[in-house]
């Protein structure tokens, strides 16, 4: 392809509102272009390298045996409340409602419901079984803050998978035949990724696992220890249990005056204690309307799904103030623990129960308490990990330290279980003619996320360095000078040799100084460059130099094409040999 034939529109100037090195370099280098908040449009640059991204994912999903089929973006809203989803899902569902005939239902944010119900009606024999169907579509989710470029956006492409098993063993099976695909698949494209212990939230399931990519633009995090290698996202990361706080013996407890203290920060200021010696009290509810008392450290920020599986619920969300009043006699902001015993469930966390002459809410306003202790002031009905890890924890693997990592999450994989089939009533007959539920698995992957994850490992301060797997373009061959006659005429005759090679080339026809070529080049990112000019003809050579190295190799014309086409397959080879 010729520059001047072909539609590259870069821009000079740094977009005010691009932080994301990915959502910069995209927009400069004419990758993508911003149709509205959240919603993109891909320029041909950037959709190359989508669709090479997609063919790969497809190539790997079909190589581990899933099936590909497409399902529609609108869905009827009763497949949704069938599971429940509608309110799982909250404000990201986008439903339609502006005709009549539309109020029924809903854009896709993913497609469990809709896949269960073709399931059900056509898998209903352990002889069909196992089948693993996928997709590549397109997702709708009504995000609040669309940022980041296309890390976060309203509109997405996404890969979503799902198996269905007929027993656990065949479940796990199809887990590892997904999980061991995405490295494939994460490997060819370029990522430094890691792989790391997940909640499964709205989706549901016992066992999942996400794929990040680290980077300071990513808005997950990630808990790692650099001794183990344990790694967990902030939602699941389990902290190694913490010691005793102190070896001080018991005081008695002891009323505090603390007229219009109510945060954290201003109690402990006012008691002059630190976070960690304060009790935070919060009252829950759970999706069956049970209350729940959780006690935390001050220091320590509760972890809701956490709590949710101490408890053994679903869900649970913060009690309003009427149900806080009525089971603790105080206002918000003055709950503690003592006298509560018998009141409701009280879970506390770990540290918690480790903590020595505590001060917490005196269940009467206005009022805290020092010289609190567990056992003999309350006794929780159960200990339990309820909070997220912080820097510096324990690692509970390996005793090391954990540490935060800001990530990208680029793919997610689930075992869900019955949780769809069980709600769907999709069942099928086993060898012995009984019916049972199918089991599920879910594997998602987003597309435009591993597009801007290669970016954001991949770049300098001049532009991208694309992965020669997913780069829109192999090879750009820089003609400086294109209007003389021999230059012109030496980079057309390789363009002519790579393209019979079957190399993919861009070629730089375009009549302007090198400074603009040099700097769209470096921009733009294509992994090798091959520059033609007339003072390196008039030494006989060309100049062959990969983005990203200072390593320039000179060339005479006539052997250039075939060094070019090495270095384009090794590269193509060391990647895939990763898979």
């Not at 990522?191 to 633009?217: C, K, N, Q, R, W």
């Not at 806080?324 to 003592?338: C, K, M, R, S, Y």
Request: hydrophobic letters at 40%; one cysteine or more.
């Amino acid at each position: 392809m010729r520059w001047t034939k072909f539609f590259i529109p870069t821009v000079r100037e740094t977009p005010a509102d691009a932080v994301a090195p990915s959502h910069r370099l995209m927009i400069r280098a004419g990758l993508i272009r911003q149709v509205a908040a959240g919603s993109y449009a891909y320029l041909p640059l950037g959709y190359r390298t989508l669709r090479k991204v997609e063919n790969i994912v497809r190539e790997e999903m079909n190589r581990a045996g899933a099936i590909e089929l497409h399902m529609p973006a609108m869905q009827p809203v009763e497949l949704w409340e069938e599971t429940g989803r509608t309110i799982a899902m909250g404000p990201t569902l986008v439903r339609l409602r502006d005709q009549p005939w539309r109020k029924g239902t809903v854009l896709g944010p993913t497609h469990e419901e809709v896949v269960t119900d073709i399931a059900r009606t056509f898998l209903n024999s352990y002889k069909q079984l196992p089948v693993t169907l996928y997709q590549i579509q397109t997702k709708f989710r009504d995000e609040q803050r669309p940022k980041s470029g296309v890390l976060r956006t309203r509109e997405f492409l996404m890969k979503d998978a799902y198996s269905f098993d007929a027993d656990k063993a065949d479940l796990d099976y199809s887990y590892e035949q997904m999980y061991k695909a995405y490295c494939r698949i994460y490997q060819r494209c370029g990522l430094p990724y890691t792989v790391v212990e997940a909640e499964s939230g709205p989706i549901g399931g016992d066992a999942s696992h996400e794929f990040m990519v680290v980077t300071d633009a990513g808005e997950d995090i990630m808990a790692r220890c650099r001794q183990c290698g344990y790694a967990a996202n902030l939602e699941r990361a389990m902290p190694a249990p913490v010691g005793k706080q102190s070896t001080e013996p018991p005081a008695e407890p002891q009323e505090v005056h603390t007229p219009d203290q109510r945060t954290i920060e201003e109690v402990t200021a006012f008691l002059k204690l630190g976070p960690e010696r304060m009790i935070k009290t919060l009252i829950y509810k759970t999706d069956a309307g049970e209350a729940i008392i959780a006690l935390v450290r001050g220091d320590h920020e509760i972890n809701e799904m956490k709590l949710a599986r101490a408890a053994g619920t679903a869900g649970v969300e913060l009690a309003d103030g009427d149900t806080i009043e009525n089971l603790t006699g105080a206002p918000v902001g003055f709950a503690g623990p003592q006298g509560l015993n018998g009141k409701a469930r009280m879970i506390a966390d770990q540290a918690v129960a480790m903590m020595v002459n505590a001060a917490s809410g005196a269940n009467k306003e206005d009022y805290h308490v020092t010289g609190i202790n567990p056992g003999r002031d309350f006794n929780p009905d159960l200990v339990a990990d309820i909070r997220n890890a912080v820097e510096g924890d324990g690692c509970e693997k390996c005793g090391g330290k954990l540490h935060y990592e800001k990530c990208i999450e680029v793919g997610h994989v689930f075992k869900l279980g019955t949780k769809y089939s069980d709600s769907m009533k999709a069942h099928f007959l086993d060898e012995h003619g009984k019916s049972q539920p199918m089991i599920m698995g879910c594997y998602g992957i987003g597309l435009n996320r591993i597009v801007a994850a290669a970016i954001e490992s991949h770049h300098d301060e001049a532009g991208i360095i694309w992965p020669m797997s997913i780069a829109p373009y192999q090879v750009l061959i820089l003609a400086l000078d294109y209007e003389d006659e021999e230059v012109r005429r030496a980079a057309e005759l390789l363009y002519t040799e790579l393209t019979a090679k079957g190399l993919e080339v861009l070629l730089d026809d375009r009549a302007m100084r090198p400074g603009p070529k040099f700097k769209d080049a470096d921009l733009i990112g294509i992994p090798l460059r091959v520059v033609v000019g007339k003072k390196s003809l008039a030494d006989g050579v060309v100049e062959i130099k990969p983005r990203g190295s200072k390593d320039i190799e000179k060339l005479s014309p006539d052997d250039a094409a075939e060094r070019v086409a090495t270095l384009v397959r090794s590269d193509m080879e060391a990647l895939f040999r990763k898979a």
